[in-house]
Nanobody, 124 residues
Framework: QVQLVESGGGLVQAGGSLKLSCVAS????????MGWFRQAPGKEREFVAN????????YYADSVKGRFAISRDNAKITVSLQMNSLKPEDTGVYYC?????????????????WGQGTQVTVSS
């Protein structure tokens, strides 16, 4: 099993920045990549970004390209999400996820482990 714990959420004004972190523990060697998803009230969970442990290859949702940056620290088994130029529509619960699959994408079903989530609220 893999345990994921997110931190760093909070309340910020539009245009501001936040940095989320996700610490992984347990059988982390079984995971191939990590991702961030978010879910706004009344909406489905949506992909934000993902990153591969081995070479840091990363992908982003179009809605966050150029504003968000995902990174990983293999030594600390931590994945971070730097969020800049935040907008009210970025509001939601942000979840960290891990996948054991070599073939994965931006669908939540591709991910095997999930954190509890951290709330991000962007005020206008």
């Amino acid at each position: 099993q893999v345990q994921l714990v997110e931190s760093g959420g909070g309340l910020v004004q539009a245009g501001g920045s936040l940095k989320l972190s996700c610490v992984a523990s347990g059988r982390t060697f079984s995971t191939y990549a990590m991702g961030w998803f978010r879910q706004a009230p009344g909406k489905e969970r949506e992909f934000v970004a993902n990153i591969r442990w081995s070479d840091a290859m990363a992908y982003y949702a179009d809605s966050v390209k150029g504003r968000f940056a995902i990174s990983r620290d293999n030594a600390k088994i931590t994945v971070s999400l730097q969020m800049n130029s935040l907008k009210p529509e970025d509001t939601g619960v942000y979840y960290c996820a891990a996948t054991k699959r070599l073939r994965y994408g931006n669908n939540a079903v591709d991910y095997d482990y999930w954190g509890q989530g951290t709330q991000v609220t962007v005020s206008s």
